[in-house]
């Protein structure tokens, strides 16, 4: 019962740590985005270490939290609250914060340099779904325990083939 428990948790682990790794790379339907939190720029609303799940949206407003940058190997786009909206020849301008720096962002964010609005936020999955990325991670993570649970399902096979060949062996003996 026990065993059959982990097994299970374990299969769900792989599917999704896998699901979010794909997802993470891969564009999703619907335009949405998952990211990497990669400072404490926004604790304690935002961890370090957690993921966003970020959508563009035909609108942003003060007190959102957007997500803005590029996103590259070597940069790592920001997420921060808006905290003021100004116009620059008819186009909006975000004043962006971090909710624990003391003072606004020295850059504002154009409209274009906006990935999107973050909509929800899982703490510490970030650090996963970082290891993951990497091949020592993706071993460990990903292909080591799928292979486990690979290797259970055809142990149960196995032991449920015997089981059937020895009663047809018994059944043959009877006849």
Do not use: W
Not at 2 to 10: A, D, G, N, R
Not at 57 to 62: K, L, R, W
Request: zero cysteines; glycine letters at 8%.
């Amino acid at each position: 019962m026990v065993t059959k428990i982990v097994s299970y948790l374990f299969g769900a682990m792989v599917v999704i740590i896998t699901a979010l790794l794909i997802a993470s790379v891969f564009p999703i339907a619907g335009n949405f985005k998952i990211l990497i939190v990669q400072s404490g720029s926004m604790e304690p609303t935002i961890n370090t270490g957690g993921i966003v799940v970020v959508k563009p949206v035909s609108q942003y407003n003060v007190g959102e939290v957007i997500t803005f940058g590029p996103v590259s190997k070597t940069k790592a786009p920001t997420t921060h609250r808006i905290v003021d909206i100004r116009f620059q020849n008819g186009n909006p301008v975000y004043v962006t914060k971090g909710d624990a720096n003391e003072d606004t962002d020295t850059q504002e964010v154009l409209a274009r340099h906006v990935i999107g609005k973050v909509l929800f936020d899982i703490p510490f999955l970030g650090y996963v779904l970082a290891a993951a990325k990497t091949p020592i991670g993706f071993v460990v993570l990903i292909v080591i325990p799928a292979g486990l649970v690979a290797i259970d399902e055809v142990y149960k096979i196995y032991r449920e083939v015997r089981r059937m060949r020895g009663k047809a062996r018994e059944n043959g003996k009877r006849a």
